[in-house]
Structure formats: C-alpha cells, structure tokens
T-cell receptor, first 113, second 115 residues
Framework: GAVVSQHPSWVICKSGTSVKIECRSL??????MFWYRQFPKQSLMLMAT?????????EQGVEKDKFLINHASLTLSTLTVTSAHPEDSSFYIC?????????FGPGTRLTVT | QQQVKQSPQSLIVQKGGISIINCAYE??????FPWYQQFPGKGPALLIA?????SEKKEGRFTISFNKSAKQFSLHIMDSQPGDSATYFC??????????????FGKGTLLTVNP
C-alpha cells in the first residue's frame, strides 16, 4: 500500500510555456503532500508543502507565482511551472503523508528548451 | 545551514561486504530518522526508520544505529549486493509540534557494490 503516482513521467516544453505535473495518492488519502526538485547528483530540495483545502506553504527562495500548487482533493496535488525557462529543467518529485511517513512518487523529468 | 550532514559522498564496496553510511544532525528537536534509497531516474523509497527511544533497529540486511548523545545515526548494509547500488539519503524530521512531517535530507551517498 501507500502508492504515489506522478504524471507525466517526463515532459519537454518550450521556454515561456506552462507545464502541469500531477501527484496522486492511489490507495490512501493525504491531507499533506510535498513537492521537491532534485538536480543531478544532488539531494532533494523541498519546494513547498501542500495542504488539502488551503494555500501551499513555500520554502524560502521558491517563487510562489512561478510554481503554482493546488491541492484540491485528498488524493491529488498539482504543480504548475508557469512561464518555464531552461533553468527550471529538473527532476520534480512529490510525496504524500500517510501515518506520519512520506511516500514518494516516481518523479517527473522536466526539460525546458 | 545544513542541519543533517551525511558521509561519505560516495562508497565502493565488494559484494558480500558491509556498507556503512553516517549522518549527524544538529537540531535536537528531531525525533524521526528515516533512510531512503533512490535509483537513477526514480523517486526515493523508504528503507528503514528509527526514533530516538531506541539505539538500533534491524530490518533484514539493513540496520540503523542511533547515538542520541552524539546526535549521530548510521545505516549498515550487511552482505551488500550489486542490486544495492543506489544513492542513499538520510533524513530527519519532527513528528511532534505540528511540523507536518517535513523532512530535512542529507546530501546523499552514492553506493557502488562491485560483483
């Protein structure tokens, strides 16, 4: 149990366009989900905490107007990268909390050309 | 400020050997210490976790040793196998006080197990 999915698994977009990434908890409900980004050979960097029914809490230095997070249901959180630029290219990973544990999705590879 | 320091950065072990990865933390409010395994292009997966009320936890070939006074914890992988080759992250969080279970990660250790 405690399966988390992400869609898409990879996406290529042009500079200036927006991209939406979905994170779903498949077999449990999650009040809290997290969004991370990870650059090659580096650790996970927390971007924001997503709480169902309320505004996301962003970490210092993360632009909330650029990385829009919506947690509209107990099984779905979305991250929209607006006006994407090449420097936004990264591996984006979500996690969902169940029983005090974070269960991670498989990640989404975003490449901005 | 890095609150969880992980070492070594990389580790090469022969098949059947013991892999040891160490972490040290600064925030004494941390009360939950998980280890994650990540394969290339995949999300991290929880391996094993410990709380500070015990000094050791073992699950199969994986053992966490915890030293509260030294604020250190380590992962031991016994009988290391080539399939264990991955990046390992230690983490810490506060499970009390309304922290939302936010994790602070170490920088990771790339483990290579040679056949």
């Amino acid at each position: 149990g405690a399966v988390v999915s992400q869609h898409p698994s990879w996406v290529i977009c042009k500079s200036g366009t927006s991209v939406k990434i979905e994170c779903r908890s498949l077999d449990f409900q999650a009040t809290t989900m997290f969004w991370y980004r990870q650059f090659p050979k580096q650790s996970l960097m927390l971007m924001a905490t997503s709480n169902e029914g309320s505004k996301a809490t962003y970490e210092q230095g993360v632009e909330k107007d650029k990385f829009l997070i919506n947690h509209a249901s107990l099984t779905l959180s979305t991250l929209t990268v607006t006006s994407a630029h090449p420097e936004d290219s990264s591996f984006y990973i979500c996690s969902a909390v169940r029983g005090g544990e974070q269960y991670f999705g498989p990640g989404t590879r975003l490449t901005v050309t | 400020q890095q609150q969880v320091k992980q070492s070594p950065q990389s580790l090469i072990v022969q098949k059947g050997g013991i892999s040891i990865i160490n972490c040290a933390y600064e925030n004494t409010a941390f009360d939950y210490f998980p280890w994650y395994q990540q394969f290339p292009g995949k999300g991290p997966a929880l391996l094993i976790a410990i709380r500070p009320d015990v000094s050791e936890k073992k699950e199969g070939r994986f053992t966490i040793s915890f030293n509260k006074s030294a604020k250190q914890f380590s992962l031991h992988i016994m009988d290391s196998q080539p399939g264990d080759s991955a990046t390992y992250f230690c983490a810490a969080s506060m499970h009390s006080g309304g922290s939302n279970y936010k994790l602070t990660f170490g920088k990771g250790t790339l483990l290579t197990v040679n056949p």
